[in-house]
């Protein structure tokens, strides 16, 4: 057990980490069997050895046969050309046949490569043989169908041996059979004819053979090289691990072939990127209907290292790595769900927001109180009294205004921090008088989270275009940013509006894009702008909202945030009001 979590642990840090995947890793301790490869060549050879030597067997079968066969037909065709010869119907009429008739059968025995051609009376007597002392000896076999008129073959053994022969009568002018001829070739002749076919044919199956051999041993070393040596066992232990392996690991995982068309994706992935219920192996990354950023970085030619990258509703760290093996075989990429580390981060900067606003204050107050104490020291007890009665009514006013209106806790205490934090910068942040949010006004499915998220980049980035600039002329108290939280029918209103100069016309599409800034793509990139508006459109998008952007009656920028609250959230007096 042990030994297989070691495998699936290996396999998955190497397969997580880019395309350089050792199936080595997967390997468990065993006796080492055949790998696939070399089954598969010992069966095919096997295989083609039986096919060739099958067909050897029934291609010397079908040629002895065939041998015979001819043989019969040579036979037949010569006994009955001499038969029908008037040079040997002459000569059977002679008083020593033989004279005329051994020469003769010996040239056409010659030239017909038969064994014999022996010419007889029709007693059976012989008047030629390829032995000449053998002439006159009666002639060893059956001429029953011969003298009553036909031809015919047989196989019989003579004083030649065992032989295929043939007999054939031979006719006078008037018909009568006045003698035989019988052309034969020896069993031992067709043998040796047969064997000649039959080397050839082994020479012939062999090269098949070899042939054969040699080309399924080229087929099968490439397998091997595929397989990398392993047997059947392990691709099926190896397929298992890698099942097992996508389907635990929690992180994305996405493979791209060398035409961008999804090769496999696990559970992990198709849940970031919210492609479940969808068939998205064989797909192109255009197909997949992802944000445009994360479409350019998955199709980018070059790896990407850490990118954040924002879905509908997730923020991604996507890592690329191409797989190269002298052309450019597909890419590999991991995906990282930082959707809840970038919400802890924008509270964790908002927290550092609120503690460096009460430094600033405490730091104010110190100041302000060693004016009070030194008024006093010099014996101006009602200038001391003066002083503090109207930092003490200036300080609490905002605070006041902020707790009446908005009494949503989590609301009101990032007011007060942005407040600071934009007097700090020179900037006058102030709560327009329609805002009014009470108690339990939001409901338990809008996370307090995504309303800092978004009212706290919203105010952030009005702070950062409102506040002054060395030479910009602004006179004093000129840098101000509205803030309006309000319910508006079934929806919470958000609005945010500054003194700055405004959105460049043209740009109210792209300035929710990952990247955009102000400051540019060289200070977004270095300084980590261009990232709190997306993050605005995704929480609102998240919590079925909407948000728009737009020039503000002074002239500065306008974003207005709508998030749904649920029926029966409507301020009084605000009924079908929609501003």
């Known amino acids: ?93 002679a008083k020593d046949p033989s004279r005329e008739l051994q020469p003769y059968a010996e040239r056409v025995r010659h030239d017909t490569d038969v064994d014999f051609v022996t010419i007889m009376s029709p007693r059976g007597t012989r008047w030629t043989h390829p032995d000449p002392a053998r002439i006159g000896e009666p002639f060893l076999g059956h001429t029953g169908p011969a003298l009553e008129g036909r ?47 039959v080397v050839a044919l082994l020479v012939f199956a062999a090269a098949v053979l070899a042939l054969g051999g040699a080309g399924t041993y080229v087929l099968n070393r490439r ?33 791209l072939d060398g035409q961008r068309r999804v090769a496999l994706v696990n559970d992990g992935g198709r849940e970031l990127l919210g492609l479940r219920g969808t068939d998205a192996v064989g797909r192109h990354v255009t197909e997949l209907g992802l944000p445009r950023s994360l479409t350019d970085a998955l199709l980018a030619p070059e790896p990407r290292v850490d990118e ?105 205490a990032l007011l007060l921090g942005k407040a600071a934090h934009a007097n700090e910068h020179g900037v006058e942040l102030l709560l327009s008088p329609d805002s009014h949010v009470d108690d339990g006004l939001l409901p338990p499915a809008l996370p307090t989270r995504d309303l800092v998220t978004v009212l706290g980049n ?50 109210a599409d792209e300035i929710f894009r990952r990247g955009w800034s102000t400051k540019g793509p060289g200070a977004a990139a270095a300084h980590g702008h261009g990232l709190g508006l997306a993050l605005v459109r995704q929480a609102a998008v998240r919590n079925g909202g909407t948000v728009e952007a737009g020039r503000a009656p002074s002239g500065g920028a306008e974003f207005t945030v709508r998030l749904p609250l649920g029926a029966g959230a409507v301020a009084p007096g605000d009924a079908g009001e929609r501003p």
Request: charged content about 20%; overall charge neutral.
């Open 308 to 412: 954040l990258h924002l879905t509908a509703d997730r923020t991604l760290v996507v890592n690329t790595s191409p797989v190269s093996g002298g052309q450019r075989r597909g890419t590999v990429v991991t995906l990282r769900d930082h959707t809840e580390l970038q919400a802890l981060s924008g509270e964790l900067d908002s927290v550092r927001g609120f503690a460096e606003a009460l430094r600033s204050q405490a730091h104010e107050a110190a100041n302000r109180l060693h004016t009070v104490v030194s008024l006093i020291e010099l014996g101006r007890a009602e200038e001391a009294i003066g002083f503090a009665t109207a930092e003490l009514e200036l300080a609490q006013a905002l605070t006041d205004q902020v707790v009446a209106a908005v009494a949503e806790p989590v609301l009101a």
């Open 151 to 197: 031809v015919f073959a047989e196989t019989y053994t003579g004083t030649l041996g065992p032989s295929v022969r043939a007999v054939a009568p031979v006719r006078d002018r008037n018909g009568r059979v006045t003698a035989l001829v019988s052309a034969g070739i020896t069993v031992d002749a067709i043998s040796a004819r047969h064997r000649r076919q």
């Open 458 to 507: 919203l105010i952030d980035n009005a702070v950062d275009a409102a506040g002054p600039r060395p030479g910009d002329g602004l006179p004093a108290g000129a840098a101000r940013v509205t803030v309006t939280v309000r319910p508006d029918g079934d929806d919470l209103l958000l609005r945010v509006t500054d003194t700055g100069p405004g959105l460049a016309p043209g740009t």
């Open 1 to 93: 057990m042990h030994a297989a979590v070691t495998a699936v642990t290996l396999a998955c840090i190497t397969f997580t980490n880019g395309p350089r995947c050792t199936l080595s890793a997967m390997r468990t301790p065993r006796i080492r069997s055949r790998s696939l490869a070399g089954q598969l060549f010992a069966v095919q050879i096997v295989l083609v050895a039986a096919v060739v030597a099958g067909c050897a067997a029934f291609a010397w079968i079908s040629d002895r046969a065939e041998a015979e066969k001819a043989a019969r037909r040579q036979v037949t065709a010569t006994a009955t050309a001499v038969a029908a010869s008037p040079a040997v119907a002459a000569a059977a009429g």
């Open 223 to 255: 397998l091997r090289r595929h397989t990398h040596g392993m047997n059947a066992t392990e691709l099926a232990r190896m397929h298992d691990y890698h099942e097992a392996a996508l389907h635990a690991v929690r992180e994305g995982l996405l493979m």
